[in-house]
């Protein structure tokens, strides 16, 4: 008689999406492997939810085509020629290879990089300790939150927000810049409880009709890097028919009648000729937060990814601050609460022993610092040697013409740390198996709401697959680099930076599973003050002083504008290139991540690219031909599909398909640029112009690119 099998859930987290974070619970069967995924009920901000792509883990955790052994290059970068080496020979070679650039080279010819694949801070951020006890270049982290960090901390001072589970109190919801049904579900879970239990209206502002704008209550679609111009417009009205709360403003703002002033050129006329929204659009939503008190902005990171974004995202922030929601329950912003948790990471990163002398590289940048660009390199030494985990740059790094030249250079030794043979791991000359979430122990806070929680290894990993950590290690040991951090399993770790974050030992959070860090309420309405010495909201920030993660100042921060308004820095559409190019998130994919599950493969289809069918019979393009995207720094070839939720002149690519998935394997951020943005820098993902035509692929073509676009493990070989 077989014998059902024994199935416990268990407590997890979700380490992929920073905003959510969601808390989980995991069908664990037999103690070996993984069912259905669930939302944590018990988590006041998951409640439950979570999305669909999560919900079938188990499809990426078991999925035959992981890494399962070290492997070192048999063949030509690129080709996919690997054979099966040992753990101790794989970190002998990566060990000497470090050793020997640091020799002949120093140091900072070394380069470990990383990101977010993972956002435990113990296996993403504890390769920075071996960073600095090696003295090797360091990373500034510009792909992801430079610019709308940036805009938000300046207005506030401080990055943190109202609790968002208050959402579902308010009587207005402002979505902005965030298609929450693709990439934060939970902001729709709050959302949609208030407009069921308060009748309260949901505003979605965003570049395209997607998914969030469909469910809203008010839809606003306007041209992409007119946010500011937007926000602008609105404050005019909100000054104009006496909706400022100038008790609020006179105690929490520090120009509000110069702001007031500025704006009375900036009104519903001349936003709706920048932004292409209509006066009637532009005074009705001015009106609605004018006159709705408990008006609550959730402010995304979408509508940052503009060479504009930070005075965007600042102008869009000022809106509260003049009606004055921040007073009331409900009412006031959220873009990031990520500065409520105090993280002591001194020993996770080694803060010990960092030098400040060696030089800083910008993630964003990587195709420029491996092509020997000497600014990028701030006139150091070239990269010899990288270590890379959690991230996938050869598919999502800016400017992907220059990335592949560097990876391709035959004097750049690559080890690359993943799960599956992304395309960064074939150019690699050594690829390392890593461990999943479930296969290992970690420490997760939720930028998007409060909670943090310790996600627990639930499972033994595959083959030989091992942690972030157990590499860090191996490679301390082998070339002599001695720190305690090496020495202490995850969990020691965990619980020493719990307790010296002031947030108690690891055994208490374990027994109270998640644990809420919101501040009062008071606190995170900012009715003690905002973040600056005087308390007061920035409508007139210093730039340069932004109290924001950065590397100095850069890009053309002397020109930004001192007060809200529209900044005309964005790559604007010309006759040569006439369509502006934005590369929107997909739902079944994160990033890079789940281009390798079935099911998100088979849901996604194939890269498109979303074109106005005006437009599009204009070229005389129809739905489904095959067309090619071009600007200063490549060519990328998708299929055209219609579609009148985007406006002229507009074009959206959702997803990071591999570059293999597109004819002769150029992916979507080829044309993306590297620019560095004002005033810290930060990566433009969603500020492209480009030129469309239609193209002919060759039919001997067609069906191999098909197969790659549903077969990851086609890449290889």
Not at 556 to 578: F, K, N, Q, R, Y
Request: aromatic letters at 10%; glycine letters at 10%.
């Amino acid at each position: 008689m077989n014998q059902a099998p024994r199935i416990e859930r268990r407590a997890s987290v979700c380490p992929h999406d920073c905003p959510s974070v969601c808390s989980l619970e995991v069908e664990v069967i037999d103690g070996r492997s993984i069912g259905r995924v669930h939302g944590a009920k018990s988590n006041t901000y998951t409640a439950g939810v979570i999305c669909a792509k999560v919900a079938r883990y188990a499809e990426r955790i078991h999925n035959p085509d992981r890494l399962l052994y070290p492997m070192r290059r048999t063949g030509p970068k690129g080709s996919g020629q690997f054979e099966r080496i040992s753990w101790d020979e794989a970190l002998d070679i990566v060990a000497r290879k470090f050793l020997e650039a640091e020799r002949e080279f120093g140091s900072e010819s070394v380069w470990p990089y990383y990101y977010a694949g993972t956002m435990g801070y113990v296996m993403r951020d504890g390769i920075n300790r071996l960073r600095h006890v090696k003295k090797y270049s360091g990373q500034y982290s510009t792909i992801c939150t430079a610019m709308s960090w940036t805009g938000y901390v300046a207005g506030t001072g401080h990055l943190r927000g109202a609790d968002p589970r208050e959402m579902a109190v308010s009587d207005c919801i402002v979505i902005w810049g965030t298609n929450a049904v693709h990439t934060q579900v939970n902001v729709m879970t709050h959302a949609m409880k208030a407009r069921k239990e308060r009748g309260a209206k949901i505003v979605a502002i965003d570049i395209y009709n997607n998914a969030t704008l469909k469910q809203a209550d008010m839809a606003l679609v306007l041209r992409p890097g007119t946010d500011g111009a937007l926000a602008c417009a609105v404050m005019h009205v909100l000054f104009r028919d006496g909706y400022a709360d100038w008790n609020y403003l006179e105690r929490y703002t520090d120009h509000p009648r110069e702001l007031e002033e500025h704006l009375k050129t900036r009104d519903p006329a001349w936003a709706s000729t920048i932004t292409g929204l209509s006066v009637e659009e532009i005074e009705a939503f001015a009106k609605l937060v004018g006159t709705t008190k408990r008006t609550y902005f959730r402010l995304g990171f979408g509508f940052a990814r503009q060479r504009n974004g930070v005075v965007n995202m600042h102008a869009a922030l000022s809106i509260p601050a003049v009606t004055g929601a921040w007073q009331y329950e409900g009412g006031g912003a959220l873009h990031s609460n990520s500065g409520i948790f105090h993280w002591n990471k001194a020993l996770i990163e080694g803060h010990d022993a960092i030098d400040k002398s060696i030089r800083v590289l910008d993630q964003s940048q990587i195709g420029r610092v491996l092509t020997g660009d000497p600014q990028a390199l701030y006139n150091g030494p070239s990269v010899k040697a990288m270590l890379i985990q959690n991230t996938n740059p050869v598919s999502v790094a800016p400017e992907q013409e220059l990335v592949k030249q560097g990876f391709a250079r035959d004097d750049l030794f690559v080890c690359v740390h993943e799960q599956f043979m992304t395309e960064t791991a074939l150019m690699a000359d050594i690829v390392l198996p890593a461990t999943m979430f479930m296969e290992h122990d970690d420490l997760y806070s939720g930028g998007g709401h409060q909670h943090f929680q310790v996600g627990p290894k639930l499972i033994e990993p595959p083959g030989e697959c091992r942690s972030n950590h157990e590499v860090f290690r191996g490679l301390a040991e082998r070339l002599g680099t001695k720190h305690r951090g090496f020495t202490m399993e995850p969990r020691e770790i965990i619980d020493w930076t719990l307790q010296n974050s002031g947030w108690g030992s690891l055994e208490n959070l374990e027994a109270q599973v998640h644990f809420d860090a919101q501040p009062p309420f008071e606190e995170a309405h900012f009715l003690n003050g905002f973040g600056y010495p005087d308390g007061k909201f920035r409508f007139k920030p210093d730039w340069t002083k932004v109290p924001s993660y950065n590397n100095g100042a850069m890009g053309p921060w002397a020109s930004m504008p001192a007060l809200p308004d529209h900044w005309g820095v964005i790559e604007a559409a010309t006759e040569e290139h006439p369509f502006r190019l934005a590369t929107s998130p997909a739902r079944n994919f994160l990033n890079s991540s789940f281009t390798e599950t079935p099911t998100s493969l088979d849901k996604e289809r194939r890269p498109e690219v979303m074109i106005h069918p005006v437009d599009a019979e204009r070229q005389g393009i129809t739905d489904g031909d095959w067309v090619k995207l071009k600007n200063q720094r490549g060519e990328v070839y998708l299929r055209a599909k219609l579609f009148d939720g985007v406006r002229r002149g507009v074009l959206i690519a959702e997803g990071i398909w591999p570059n293999a998935a597109h004819p002769f394997g150029r992916g979507i951020n080829t044309l993306t640029g590297g620019d560095q943005v004002a005033p810290y820098g930060g990566a433009a993902f969603h500020d492209n112009r480009v030129a469309l035509e239609r193209a002919e692929i060759d039919p001997v073509l067609e069906p191999l690119v098909a197969r790659k676009q549903h077969r990851p493990e086609a890449l290889v070989g």
